[in-house]
């Protein structure tokens, strides 16, 4: 008896060790360092968002001089000319407030902008991440960039070498 269930303990051991799962890591930004063109990207967009946040900047200066103007006017301005005045001041501030949500806003230019420059890019790296994993029969392939609740992973199950290799951007 003892023998009979020993063998089916064996035998249950080796068909869940050949069903065993095979996972391997890559580390996101590591590979997206290593790509100029997501360098080349990354320069554009700050230069993009410098250039928009100056123009949003500008439009701000401009509300607060005409505060500024408006509070050493005040004394010397009718009733009709205050509510005038207030309301070319609140305008403007409205206008630089719509400006920064047409930029910088959820459905933004600079999210746009950013989308259009970088799917291309993580299109890439998937497409290299899927063909290795099907290649070598991963089932599951984890960013160690985005997940802080990996502790420990070993070495030997990074890929993001690999990856960089397939996309031509070999060490």
Excluded: C, H
């Amino acid at each position: 008896m003892k023998k009979i269930i020993l063998l089916f303990t064996f035998i249950i051991g080796i068909s869940a060790a050949s069903q065993a799962q095979k996972f391997a890591l890559i580390d996101m930004e590591y590979i997206l360092k290593n790509i100029p063109a997501y360098e080349m990207a990354n320069e554009q967009l700050n230069q993009v968002s410098k250039k928009w946040q100056s123009e949003v900047d500008a439009l701000k200066q401009e509300a607060e001089n005409m505060y500024k103007s408006y509070q050493s006017e005040l004394v010397f301005l009718s009733a009709e000319m205050k509510t005038k005045k207030e309301n070319e001041i609140v305008e403007k501030e409205k206008a630089a407030q719509e400006l920064k949500r047409k930029y910088f806003g959820p459905e933004g230019e600079l999210y746009k902008k950013r989308a259009g420059l970088m799917k291309p890019i993580q299109d890439e790296i998937y497409n290299a991440v899927k063909e290795i994993s099907e290649n070598k029969g991963y089932q599951m392939v984890v960013d160690r960039a985005s997940d802080m609740s990996i502790i420990f992973a070993s070495p030997k199950i990074d890929i993001s070498n690999e990856v960089l290799s397939k996309l031509g951007y070999s060490e």
